[in-house]
């Protein structure tokens, strides 16, 4: 059995007056995290965590400073997550995958110092197999998130190459 990681970079280094404590909150348990003075940066040596667990209180307290308004995952959690939050189990979250990338948009825009993110994703498998291999490139500004994978980028590349008459045939 083939095992799979997808090492991710969040580029660059997030200013920590620009989270929320709610958004640090959750970015350090979906990513992992190292902290100096000013700024945080968010990578995983695995991939990012689909399925993460926030205790009760630090939530709230950490929703305090925060706005529905301004704040995806405020949202997601008073949305979907008002009972939990208010009890004193810990709190799970699960297609954090889904959620990540709005979580850096509302960072970027909100931020006066920054104008974009940068997420850099490798696809690795421990058996080299032809579907664990790739990668992804995403743009974070704070109009659009735009994400291409390799296999996308190898889609277009085919259609140029069949249109141009260089190839005919190839897909990925």
Known sequence: MADYYTPT?????????????IERLFLAQVFS?????ETAYYYSDDGASDLIYLDAEAVRTALDSASPE???LTRKLIDEQADAI???????????GDLWAEVLQDIVRRSPDLDHL???MAFTCS????DGCG????????ETIRSESTHTLFDRFYQEAHAS???SHGDS
């Open 9 to 21: 970079v969040v580029e660059p280094m997030i200013p920590l007056a620009a989270m929320l404590p």
């Open 33 to 37: 995290e190292e902290v100096t003075s």
């Open 70 to 72: 301004t704040s995806s």
């Open 86 to 96: 208010l009890g004193d189990e810990e709190i799970a979250l699960d297609e954090c």
């Open 118 to 120: 940068t997420v850099t």
């Open 127 to 130: 058996k080299m197999r032809p």
């Open 135 to 142: 990668g992804l490139a995403m743009l974070i500004t704070a």
């Open 165 to 167: 008459g260089e190839i």
